[in-house]
Each structure stands twice: as C-alpha cells, then as structure tokens.
C-alpha cells in the first residue's frame, strides 16, 4: 500500500540555520504531494503541495520539489526562525475525494 | 480561504459517557470528510471516511460502534466517542474537502479529549 516515511525528530536549529526534512513516498500511479504543519495544540494547516512531477510547491520560505525519479518530495528552508518551531508532516494524496497517507512527522525546535 | 470549524476545542469527560465532536466547513460544501486520531507525538491515523449521505467507512481496526460518524448535511460531520474509555483520550482532528480534483484537504484545529 501506499506509504510516506520522514526522518525522524526532533529536529533542533538556532535561528537563521538551513533546515531540510527528508520526505520519501511509496505509492502506485501519480499521487499529489503536500507538506502540512502543526503548531502546538493546533489541527493541520496546509504549507506546500504539489501535484505532479517536478513541480516546485513553495509558502513562508519553504520549499519542497516533487522528484518522482527519487520518489522524494524533502522540505527546506533557507533561514528559519522561532515562529517555525512546529510538526511538520508529509503526505501524499491519490485522488480527488481521497484520503491523505501522512508521515511519522518531524518535530522541529528552533531556538533563538 | 477554506474553513473547517471544529468543536468543541476541548472536552473533559467522566468514563462511560458518551461525547459528540462536531465538524463544520464554513464556506464550501464538503462532499467528503475525514476523521483522524493523533496519539502524543504521533502522527495521523485515519479513522473513517465519511461522504454525505452514506454510512462512514472505517479503517480496519477502528470500531464503528464506538466511533459513530454522521455525515448528515454537506456542511456538518459528527464524531461521537461512545462509553468512553481512559484510552480514548486522544487529539481528534477532521478534515474536509469539495471533493474537486486536486482540491486539498482543509483541516479543524483539532479536539483534545480527556477521559477521566
């Protein structure tokens, strides 16, 4: 079945360090690829998608490229500050209407 | 954008009793929801799905007479947790989508629910 392994957290940086989550997937067919973040005590919020290959999703800095030759869709962000300190989860998506196959997530601590 | 309202945002309950988690799109009509359960530190496992109209569809392993889901309007789902148990103290999440191709998922923030 469908799958999507991330590298484990927690993830600890100081500010202004280049951060990148390694994301892989597992699935047939040509699924669409997301990156949602999770702050403390709060639900999913959408960062990033894309929705086939080589596409480049990118919001708040970060960014992530679907690499289909690699089956990789790896987070990064060039300088990350406090505000980013969140669970960051990969996902992938089949079809319209169908449900998302998210990662383990990472934890990401960014200290001042 | 897109919003999933979820309610309530907390909810304490004595074991035995029974809670209901409401799940609302604000301004699109979701043809579709999901019901995810979030253990500490763990990530999402999909507990159901649930299309307007129809019964639920539920993840091997989820008991469907312990987690009643209603989809009964295309705006609202409800989760209900049934004789609740200290174990199913969990962070409950749903989310929602118009089921367009392509269209993402919106998400509630989520209820914490405590069973003493």
């Known amino acids: 079945g469908d799958s999507v392994t991330q590298m484990e957290g927690p993830v600890t940086l100081s500010e202004e360090a280049f951060l990148t989550i390694n994301c892989t997937y597992t699935?047939?067919?040509?699924?669409?690829l997301f990156w949602y973040v999770q702050y403390p005590g709060e639900g999913l919020q959408l960062l990033l998608k894309?929705?086939?290959?080589?596409d480049k999703g990118s919001n708040k800095g970060f960014e992530a490229t679907y690499r289909k030759e690699t089956t990789s869709f790896h987070l990064e962000k060039g300088s990350v500050q406090v505000s980013d300190s969140a669970v960051y989860f990969c996902a992938l998506r089949k079809a319209a209407g169908n449900k998302l196959t998210f990662g383990g997530g990472t934890r990401v601590l960014v200290k001042p | 954008g897109a919003v999933v309202s979820q309610h309530p945002s907390r909810v304490i309950c004595k074991s035995g009793t029974s809670v209901k988690i409401e799940c609302r799109s604000l301004?699109?009509?979701?043809?579709?929801m999901f019901w995810y359960r979030q253990f500490p530190k763990k990530s999402l496992m999909l507990m159901a799905t649930s299309n307007e109209g129809s019964k639920a569809t539920y993840e091997q392993g989820v008991e469907k007479d312990k987690f009643l889901i209603n989809h009964a309007s295309l705006t609202l789902s409800t989760l209900t947790v049934t004789s609740a148990h200290p174990e199913d103290s969990s962070f409950y999440i749903c989310?929602?989508?118009?089921?367009?191709?392509?269209?993402?998922?919106?998400f509630g923030n989520g209820t914490r629910l405590t069973v003493t």
């Open positions: 301004d699109f009509q979701a043809t579709t």
């Open positions: 699935a047939t067919g040509y699924p669409s």
């Open positions: 894309a929705t086939k290959a080589d």
């Open positions: 989310s929602a989508t118009p089921g367009q191709y392509n269209s993402p998922l919106h």
